[in-house]
C-alpha cells in the first residue's frame, strides 16, 4: 500500500512554538494543520519567486533566535 503522507519531525525554537500554540488557539486550526499550510505557502512562494525569498525568511530566523537569547533585535 503506498503511503500518502510523508512525515518529519521538526524543531522549533521555545518562542516560535509559544507563537504558533497562540495562533492555534485564537483560529482553532491545529498546529499540524497551520504547519502544513505554512509549508504550503512556502512552496508556492518559492515556485513563484525563486531564492529571493530566502533573504526575507532567513531574517523573520534570526530575530526569532535572537529573542530566543535574549539579545536586542535592531541594535
Do not use: C, W
Not at 500518502?4 to 518562542?15: D, N, Q
Not at 526575507?56 to 534570526?62: A, D, F, V, Y
Amino acid at each position: 500500500m503506498e503511503e500518502k503522507e510523508k512525515r518529519i519531525t521538526v524543531g522549533l525554537p521555545y518562542g516560535l512554538k509559544q507563537d504558533l500554540e497562540k495562533i492555534s488557539v485564537e483560529t482553532g486550526i491545529s498546529q499540524v494543520r497551520l504547519i502544513t499550510l505554512a509549508t504550503h505557502a512556502l512552496v508556492a512562494n518559492y515556485n513563484e519567486n525563486g531564492m529571493g525569498i530566502f533573504k526575507g525568511l532567513l531574517n523573520i530566523s534570526k530575530d526569532y533566535n535572537e529573542k530566543e537569547r535574549g539579545e536586542n533585535i535592531g541594535d
